[in-house]
């Protein structure tokens, strides 16, 4: 059975720093791209971040760019978020997300999400 | 960035009723992506590449569409579905999702 779990969520100052990780298993976790995807409460779905299965290549949205940066440990099934610079506006919960690959661009497993507040 | 607008955004059903959701873009695509998230809970993964159903997906829910114009349809509704829905699309960056329906049960 696949599972993503996700931590590190929690109440953080704007401007601070937060590291997110998501333990993967049921599969071969090597074998795919992974993602993050945010949902800001009572709001949309919002694609945050996706790494490739060797992790040489990541990719984001504007909104985040320069500000998060997606990593993984393919010998510990471990994918990781690091948020700086956090702003009000990236208050939501945050999915880790398995991806099919380039070739097949959804997201087929979610994790049960963590919340992130961005407050003073 | 293509914007994909949902509509209805809410919408009620009776059981055994037959449900459309439709998802327009602001320019072609591909294919589409659907996701049911129920309340409180994470998306889960409904339809993908169009019309192709996720494995566990009852076969009351399919997929349909071209270009700018896709749709969902939940052949005979039942409780369990009330849920929200949000359509996806990655044909171009950044991948986006519309903004949901929310389907409640009559």
């Known amino acids: 059975e696949v599972q993503l779990v996700e931590s590190g969520g929690g109440l953080v100052q704007p401007g601070r720093s937060l590291k997110l990780s998501c333990a993967a298993s049921?599969?071969?976790?090597?074998?795919?791209?992974m993602a993050w995807v945010r949902q800001a409460p009572k709001k949309g779905l919002e694609w945050v971040a996706t790494i490739s299965t060797s992790g040489s290549r990541t990719y984001y949205p504007d909104s985040v760019k320069g500000r998060f940066t997606i990593s993984r440990d393919n010998a510990k099934s471990s994918l990781y978020l690091q948020m700086n610079s956090l702003k009000s506006e990236d208050t939501a919960t945050y999915y880790c997300a398995r991806q099919q690959g380039p070739g097949y661009p959804y997201f087929d497993y979610w994790g049960q999400g963590v919340m992130v507040t961005v407050s003073s | 960035e293509i914007v994909l607008t949902q509509s209805p955004t809410t919408t009620a059903a009776s059981p055994g009723e037959k449900v459309t959701i439709t998802c327009l873009a602001s320019s072609s695509v591909s294919n589409m992506y659907w996701y049911q998230q129920k309340s409180g809970a994470s998306p889960k993964l409904l339809i993908y590449?169009?019309?192709s159903l996720a494995s566990g997906v009852p076969d009351r829910f399919s997929g349909s569409g071209s270009g700018t114009s896709y749709s969902l349809t939940i052949n005979t509704m039942e409780a369990e579905d009330a849920a929200t829905y949000y359509c996806?699309?990655?044909?171009?960056?950044?991948?986006?999702f519309g903004s949901g329906t929310k389907l409640e049960i009559k």
């Open positions: 049921g599969f071969t976790f090597s074998n795919y791209y």
């Open positions: 590449s169009t019309s």
């Open positions: 996806q699309q990655w044909s171009s960056n950044p991948p986006t």
